[in-house]
């Protein structure tokens, strides 16, 4: 009786004839088609030792009873070659077995020790990855000695109880096939895209260069420009290395001033000068001016996005050039206020602009003890103050007191966890 479920690693090494009862080989890989559970279609036959030759074989040529399999082909009607091609289906053994995968429900990266296929008698299907120590026992082939072992001695073992599988539902691949850096997938990528950009930075993390390429080409170009906006300086490099400068300036129009200026100083000097005359000549200036100030100072870690209004405006007009300013980024409840010369001289939050009356002067209603850093102090400076006054963000100004920007406590934070980490 041929079992429901089989595990690939069973599959490997086994001994495969022709239909003259001679000797092929052995199995060495699954050719499947994706869809809801990948079908095998093809199965990759190996000889030789020092020297091996492949055969690829239909899986529909292929006649097995009681475990037993064997080719309905004569031998002398199948050719061996020195590689096989995947013939645009996914390989098990490239693909799969010893990578790293996406658990989707888990959302982090795994390594499958094993494959868990569904037998159907005259078809084969892929079910789950086997992603726990069984797997990797099984492969090693001690599986029967490793369980009666523990059966004797430690009969309540959870390794006795407990498959750690994922199912194919769960999961996306990401290990290139025959050249590196090249998916050839067709997975739907929506799943991924709706994982949190916390936790997918954290996944990016675990990859290495090529998985990172292959899975952030999958991605919309929204989810792009919040995830690098999210990464480290080391996942968001080696990810900007791919993209063309009409890539870098349409997701840079979706990403706040000194996140996209984050992303701009990750690319070298010659890349810099192809991105910078394709952005709109306003934004262009502002992050030429964020490049200016080292990447320590309060000047390198601000945002020029921010509510900025007029000391001598109504209350009426303050509202209405809040609600036309747009902000690609979380700001807080308050406006800043700027005087004639453009110095800051107080700030309002938007529950006094609310209260007050629609004709009242914002100076008249304004804080007028506003706390504030300059442009050249460092990191460590506006943290201390920020931690200080328990703010969640500080106004940054030049030394004749001209408001320049804003820092919000998730971008000290976010330098002093990546200068910790270092």
């Known amino acids: 009786?041929?079992?429901?479920?089989?595990?690939?690693?069973?599959?490997?090494?086994?001994?495969?004839?022709?239909?003259?009862?001679?000797?092929?080989?052995?199995?060495?890989?699954?050719?499947?088609?994706?869809?809801?559970?990948?079908?095998?279609?093809?199965?990759?036959?190996?000889?030789?030792?020092?020297?091996k030759t492949y055969c690829t074989i239909d899986w529909n040529d292929i006649a097995h009873s009681d475990g037993n399999y064997e080719v309905k082909k004569q031998k002398d009607n199948l050719e061996f070659k020195n590689s096989y091609n995947n013939h645009n289906l996914i390989s098990l053994r490239k693909t799969l077995l010893d990578h790293q995968i996406v658990d989707m429900s888990g959302r982090k990266v795994v390594?499958?020790?094993?494959?868990?296929?569904?037998?159907?008698?005259?078809?084969?299907?892929?079910?789950?990855?086997?992603?726990?120590?069984?797997?990797?026992?099984?492969?090693?082939?001690?599986?029967r000695v490793f369980e009666w072992f523990l059966k004797m001695f430690v009969p309540r073992s959870l390794y006795l109880k407990k498959d750690e599988f994922i199912s194919w539902k769960f999961v996306q691949p990401l290990a290139p096939l025959e050249e590196k850096g090249v998916i050839g997938l067709t997975v739907n990528s929506k799943e991924i895209a709706n994982i949190p950009v916390g936790d997918l930075s954290e996944i990016f993390e675990e990859l290495d260069v090529y998985e990172r390429k292959n899975l952030f080409k999958l991605l919309p170009i929204d989810?792009?420009?919040?995830?690098?906006?999210?990464s480290e300086s080391e996942v968001q490099r080696s990810l900007v290395e791919v993209l063309k400068p009409e890539q870098i300036v349409e997701i840079m129009n979706l990403m706040p001033a000194d996140d996209a200026t984050d992303m701009l100083s990750q690319l070298p000097r010659y890349e810099v000068l192809k991105v910078l005359p394709l952005l709109e000549s306003d934004r262009a200036k502002k992050l030429f001016m964020l490049l200016a100030h080292k990447s320590d100072s309060a000047g390198g870690l601000m945002t020029l996005e921010y509510f900025e209004?007029?000391?001598?405006?109504?209350?009426?007009?303050?509202?209405?050039?809040?609600?036309?300013?747009?902000?690609?980024?979380?700001?807080?409840?308050?406006?800043?206020?700027?005087?004639?010369?453009?110095?800051?001289?107080?700030?309002?939050?938007?529950?006094?602009?609310?209260?007050?009356?629609?004709?009242?002067?914002?100076?008249?209603?304004?804080?007028?003890?506003?706390?504030?850093?300059?442009?050249?102090?460092?990191?460590?400076?506006?943290?201390?103050?920020?931690?200080?006054?328990?703010?969640?963000?500080?106004?940054?100004?030049?030394?004749?007191?001209?408001?320049?920007?804003?820092?919000?406590?998730?971008?000290?934070?976010?330098?002093?966890l990546e200068k910790k980490e270092l």
């Open 309 to 416: 209004i007029e000391d001598e405006q109504m209350v009426v007009e303050a509202i209405e050039k809040i609600k036309n300013t747009e902000i690609k980024e979380e700001s807080p409840n308050y406006a800043y206020v700027i005087d004639s010369e453009k110095k800051l001289v107080g700030k309002v939050t938007f529950r006094d602009l609310i209260s007050a009356k629609p004709v009242e002067k914002i100076k008249n209603i304004m804080s007028k003890n506003v706390i504030s850093v300059r442009t050249d102090d460092n990191a460590e400076q506006v943290a201390y103050i920020l931690d200080k006054y328990n703010l969640l963000a500080i106004p940054v100004v030049d030394d004749n007191k001209k408001m320049m920007g804003i820092i919000t406590i998730d971008d000290v934070l976010n330098y002093v």
């Open 223 to 230: 989810v792009q420009a919040k995830l690098l906006g999210e």
């Open 1 to 51: 009786m041929v079992a429901l479920f089989e595990y690939f690693s069973k599959f490997l090494q086994r001994e495969i004839a022709s239909s003259d009862r001679t000797q092929l080989g052995y199995v060495y890989d699954f050719l499947a088609e994706l869809g809801t559970l990948p079908k095998i279609k093809k199965v990759i036959i190996v000889k030789g030792f020092l020297h």
């Open 111 to 143: 390594r499958v020790n094993d494959i868990h296929l569904l037998n159907t008698q005259d078809e084969l299907f892929i079910a789950h990855m086997d992603i726990g120590v069984k797997g990797l026992i099984r492969r090693l082939g001690w599986d």
